[in-house]
């Protein structure tokens, strides 16, 4: 992906595209893959860096959702689990398996969640994914040997899927480049340019690098900014009613220790309904997620002193080693875009994750809700309503066997070939290496030092004083490639250093 040329495709003379997506996350990708292997020409928009919100801070699971198997959705956890089998497929370099241990105190708890996962895995029918299987006390602490006994005197060991969706997202991204599609980040939306009947004809927008504004028509706006989409339907209707109901995610990640083999932990019942889990992630241990309404949407999201302590003492009464808000090395936060039923009220942990699509009168489409496990099937729909309300032309979904494009080293390869210093480390305890972040900068769009560190690579969401002792050295990386001076480097480094605030205890 080369920025300089997608801006040269975006600004040629009276060009016109057939879909316009705003919103560079997990749905905007896939929406832009959908549309452009069926041949349309698609420009997709990002006001930050791809991923920046949402999409780069789940829990890293690819599943069908146990919980909404408890509230009743059972075609929403059918169609999640029929598309955790196609990534698992499609992208077998980021998605694979894992197996989750569900403790159980006593025999009807037991029984409870046993029956729970024979309904799950006949949901997922042939996925490729092994079946639940009943566990006694001694095989429970076989499998997490860090497990207070006194939790498990059974469970139930049953399998999802795991991977990394920043990575993942941009794999999408190259597919779509790949099949035409014009993707730019750094480029903000606006407003809306209508023809003289009112109907939406396209974009203004400005690119945040230059500050250079430009039009763009498309036969097709789609709003596909997840927490946001409010915002951009105000441009297009300013009395909107509000769709979403925000609410906040945090997890926090600690040191691989507290769960040293190779099966997830998961928790089926929260003080707040949720379900939480303990995952090993990249060498680290992943905990969440906790489920906190707010206000609005913000594009860099602060854990709560209460949501940390929920996640620790919850964890707490399941492990031997009690975890401290000293041994945290990092915690995210995302917003959930949970779509607001009219007159909705109460927890939003009891808002399904189902998508919802919504075509203004002036031809506005937006899609939210929904999540990273299907988001694909939310492309495929929404570029279908596309198809169908302007009569775009198009041929059939071809996403569903797509395979996605895996990440290329060679060009990292040559340039350690000729500058044997770039394979090093730039901190002991991470594997990123100059040559990587130098590659990210040529072929991933990466343009500050946040996207290296915290979505091309994810040092920043597992170790945060890794990723600001790595920062400086980066930042110079960068500024050789983009031709950036120094006052560029030490604006990046403050940039960064407010960032990572962010995922820090304070």
């Not at 955790?84 to 159980?104: D, K, M, Q, W």
């Not at 409870?112 to 299987?133: K, M, P, T």
């Not at 395979?403 to 340039?415: C, F, M, N, Q, Y």
């Amino acid at each position: 992906m080369d920025r300089s040329d997608a801006i040269a495709r975006l600004t040629q003379p009276n060009v016109q595209f057939d879909l316009l997506v705003i919103g560079g996350g997990a749905t905007g990708a896939s929406i832009a893959l959908d549309a452009a292997t069926r041949g349309l020409r698609v420009l997709l928009l990002e006001r930050s860096d791809f991923g920046k919100g949402t999409s780069s801070r789940s829990t890293k699971l690819v599943h069908g959702g146990v919980r909404y198997l408890a509230q009743g959705n059972v075609a929403l956890v059918r169609d999640a689990l029929l598309e955790r089998s196609r990534l698992a497929i499609n992208a077998p370099h980021v998605v694979h398996e894992r197996s989750f241990l569900v403790p159980c105190r006593g025999w009807l708890e037991f029984a409870w969640y046993r029956l729970g996962f024979v309904v799950y895995d006949l949901l997922a029918a042939r996925s490729g994914f092994s079946h639940a299987r009943s566990m006694n006390h001694c095989l429970c602490m076989e499998k997490i040997p860090t497990l207070r006994a006194e939790c498990a005197r059974h469970g139930v060991l049953y399998s999802d899927g795991q991977f990394d969706d920043a990575r993942l997202l941009l794999d999408i991204l190259r597919t779509a480049v790949d099949h035409g599609a014009t993707v730019v980040n750094y480029i903000e939306v606006m407003d809306l340019i209508r023809l003289t009947s009112g109907r939406i004809h396209g974009v203004r927008c400005m690119d945040l690098e230059t500050g250079q504004t430009h039009e763009v028509a498309a036969r097709c706006v789609v709003n596909a900014t997840g927490p946001f989409c409010d915002a951009v339907r105000c441009m297009d209707e300013p009395q909107s009613e509000a769709m979403v109901a925000a609410s906040q995610g945090v997890h926090i990640v600690l040191p691989r220790e507290f769960l040293p083999g190779e099966t997830a932990l998961m928790i089926p019942k929260t003080s707040d309904g949720r379900v939480l889990f303990l995952i090993p992630w990249q060498n680290h241990v992943v905990v969440g997620t906790s489920d906190t309404p707010i206000p609005d949407a913000v594009v860099e999201p602060k854990p709560q002193d209460a949501e940390i302590e929920f996640l620790l003492n919850t964890s707490a009464r399941y492990l031997t080693r009690v975890p401290t808000r000293a041994d945290v090395l990092s915690v995210f936060t995302g917003i959930r875009p949970l779509v607001r039923p009219t007159g909705a009220v109460g927890k939003t942990s009891a808002l399904a994750r189902d998508h919802t699509i919504l075509v203004s009168s002036s031809g506005l489409v937006t899609i939210t809700g929904g999540k990273w496990t299907t988001a694909r099937k939310m492309g495929e729909d929404c570029v279908d309503r596309c198809i169908q309300q302007f009569g775009l032309p198009a041929a059939a979904c071809q996403t569903a066997d797509l395979p996605l494009r895996d990440r290329d080293r060679s060009a990292e390869v040559v340039l350690v070939q000729s500058q044997p210093e770039l394979g090093n480390r730039l901190v002991p305890s991470h594997e990123l290496t100059g040559a990587e972040v130098i590659a990210y900068v040529r072929n991933e769009m990466a343009r500050t030092v946040e996207d290296i560190l915290a979505r091309r690579s994810r040092m920043l969401f597992l170790d945060v004083a890794a990723a600001l002792a790595a920062a400086p050295r980066v930042a110079q990386l960068i500024a050789v490639e983009l031709d950036r001076d120094a006052a560029w480097c030490d604006r990046q480094l403050e940039a960064f250093s407010q960032v990572a605030s962010s995922f820090r205890i304070h």
